[in-house]
């Protein structure tokens, strides 16, 4: 039978605030264990909760940037569950009036086409805390300092077809909200997570399938590959006429399979309702329209420029488009050295391949996008050759100065383009070598471009920084000359 | 509203609460007195009138996004029944 595959993902982004969302303690990442946990964290009686205003302007920027309804009155209401890393005995939510309605997103597919994927909410709540189950003599140990870090939750509606596209739709909601400055996008420390819900039902049929969730995936690849095993594993079943059962799983990478986790023995029942300890959350038009100001360009609006404005091909626009730091670090170059096309080749060719290879943002790179841009100018006025130019550039990178000029003449890197000057050391390198040029003029007429490749080496070794289309021209002129 | 029992047991258990068989009955009534007492409340005409979110007529205060806590995990585990490494203990709890 041909199966149709329905994916949903819900997205919970850490929003990049320095306090909670509902107390005065710190969000900072790798603290010791407990010290940034206080008194409404751990939900000691008789303390209240009061909201965090920019995790609210932080979430109505979320929802502009996804073209999204903003919701003027927002209601805070209690999930009710226990699990010792949430001391209150519930999760502070939004259910029925979210911050965010219904908005979407655009994402690019392999080929080229855009499909546009509706996001059904996103509501802000509470995060929770950490337990820890090794090391603790049997005993699980609870690391609370997590604990209400304010994130919200983006909801997408069941649009996605294929793990490629949730892997895509998964990295465009990253790229979005660290643009934004929202959240800080590392996954590595949990700043982003993902639940993703998969079903599958025979082609043409309308009603769902039964889906299984599977909780807290944490990079683009194993959203990819977890929803891949996932599918793989329900048509399985489905084809050799079993029945799905509705149950959250997880993901384990190292076997590329998805696993049940322990079923509750009772379902959940969540029994939200109204939290008392907060009022309704009420913004006005104003407040929207100037959060709305604040938005940077985003990535397709971008991506778009550089294409359209620029001549960009559309992959290189979307790759340097992807992430902020490195469409800045671009831009800012590109604009020193006047060509957009130069820069675009550095950044995805020099400057990738320094990045990848000492593993580090381009924050964290020696070399600055003002010195990149100096580069690509003295290459644009033929001060530098390309060869010159990566030298020049990996010096910086490895930390040997900052200064492009001063490195450019310290290593003798300006480039001899004046012909005279040219003239000269060739007609040297002739006359110290004449075996060479004996043996030149011996040779046969149509042998003799490649036996001109010595000339140009030892030219080069002579004069470093030579031009080498000069000294081509040079060569052959004086050779010629010679016979 | 009348609860059953099954009810009456699933309540308690989502609650945490251990109750005897020989309470149930108890409870049973209780809770169900109490719904009914609630249950008035459909007798109001509400035609027309949004749901309220909260009985209090106000708006949502919001605090500036500023760490004004310290460190008091000191004082805080002084009162936790088990602590280690920092930590709060609590039985072990795995998925």
Redesign the interface.
């Given at each position: 039978m041909e199966w149709e595959v329905v994916i949903g993902l819900e997205i919970h982004a850490q929003l990049a605030?320095?306090?909670k969302i509902f107390?005065?303690?710190?969000t900072a990442y790798g603290a010791?264990?407990?010290?940034?946990?206080?008194?409404v964290d751990?939900g000691?009686p008789g303390v209240l909760p009061?909201?965090?205003?920019?995790?609210?302007r932080m979430a109505v920027k979320f929802g502009l940037a996804i073209d999204a309804e903003i919701g003027l009155k927002s209601?805070f209401d209690r999930k009710?569950y226990?699990?010792?890393d949430s001391p209150k005995g519930y999760q502070t939510t939004q259910l029925h009036?979210p911050i965010v309605g219904m908005g979407h997103i655009d994402i690019e597919l392999d080929d080229g086409e855009t499909r546009r994927i509706n996001v059904t909410r996103a509501h802000l709540e509470e995060d929770a805390g950490k337990?820890?189950?090794e090391?603790?003599?049997?005993?699980?140990?609870?690391?609370?300092n997590r604990a209400g870090t304010p994130l919200i939750e983006i909801v997408s509606e069941p649009e996605l077809r294929t793990a490629k596209e949730a892997a895509a739709y998964f990295k465009k909601m990253h790229s979005i909200v660290t643009y934004l400055g929202v959240c800080d996008g590392d996954l590595s420390q949990g700043s982003m997570r993902c639940d993703c819900n998969v079903s599958l039902r025979p082609k043409g049929q309308e009603e769902f399938g039964t889906r299984t969730e599977i909780k807290n995936v944490n990079s683009f690849r194993n959203v990819e590959r977890a929803i891949n095993a996932e599918i793989e594993r329900q048509m399985d079943i489905l084809e050799d006429g079993g029945v799905i059962l509705q149950e959250t799983r997880l993901y384990d990478a190292d076997k590329n399979e998805t696993r049940a986790?322990?079923s509750k023995e009772?379902e959940n029942?969540y029994?939200y309702f109204?939290c008392?300890d907060?009022?309704?959350?009420?913004i006005d038009q104003d407040y929207v329209d100037a959060v709305k100001e604040t938005l940077p360009e985003l990535p397709d609006a971008k991506k778009a420029r550089f294409e359209n404005d620029h001549g960009l091909s559309a992959t290189d626009a979307a790759v340097l488009a992807a992430n902020r730091d490195l469409a800045d670090f671009f831009e800012t170059a590109a604009k020193i050295a006047g060509d957009y096309k130069l820069a675009a080749n550095w950044v995805q060719g020099d400057v990738s391949a320094a990045l990848n290879r000492l593993e580090v943002g381009i924050n964290e790179l020696n070399i600055t996008a003002e010195q990149l841009g100096r580069i690509l100018q003295l290459i644009k006025d033929s001060t530098l050759n390309n060869g010159g130019a990566k030298e020049v550039f990996n010096a910086l990178v490895e930390g040997k100065g900052d200064d492009v000029d001063g490195l450019v003449d310290s290593l003798g890197l300006k480039q001899v383009s004046d012909t005279g000057a040219i003239e000269e050391i060739v007609a040297q390198v002739l006359a110290d070598n004449p075996k060479l040029v004996e043996g030149y003029l011996a040779t046969p007429e149509e042998k003799r471009g490649k036996a001109m490749g010595p000339f140009i080496g030892l030219t080069r070794k002579a004069a470093k920084g030579v031009n080498p289309q000069v000294v081509m021209e040079v060569l052959k002129k004086k050779l010629e000359e010679l016979g | 509203m009348a609860l059953d029992q099954d009810q009456v047991r699933?309540i308690a258990?989502?609650a945490?609460l251990q109750i005897d068989d020989g309470q149930i009955a108890e409870y049973q009534t209780n809770l169900t007195n109490i719904l009914d007492l609630v249950d008035q409340l459909s007798a109001a005409d509400t035609d027309g009138i949004d749901p309220m979110?909260?009985p209090?007529d106000?708006?949502?205060?919001?605090?500036?996004?500023?760490?004004?806590?310290e460190?008091?995990?000191e004082n805080?585990?002084k009162i936790a029944p088990?602590t280690?490494?920092?930590?709060?203990?609590?039985?072990?709890?795995?998925?």
């Open positions: 605030t320095k306090s107390s005065g303690a710190s010791e264990a407990n010290t940034q946990a206080c008194a751990l000691l009061v909201f965090n205003e920019e995790a609210l209601v009710n226990f699990y010792p009036h337990s820890v189950h090391g603790f003599s049997g005993m699980s140990g609870i690391d609370l986790m322990r009772v029942d029994r109204p008392p907060l009022l309704p959350v009420i | 699933k258990s989502l945490r979110a909260h209090l106000a708006v949502q205060r919001l605090r500036a996004d500023v760490v004004t806590e460190n008091q995990r805080f585990q088990a280690e490494q920092g930590h709060y203990l609590v039985p072990r709890v795995v998925e």
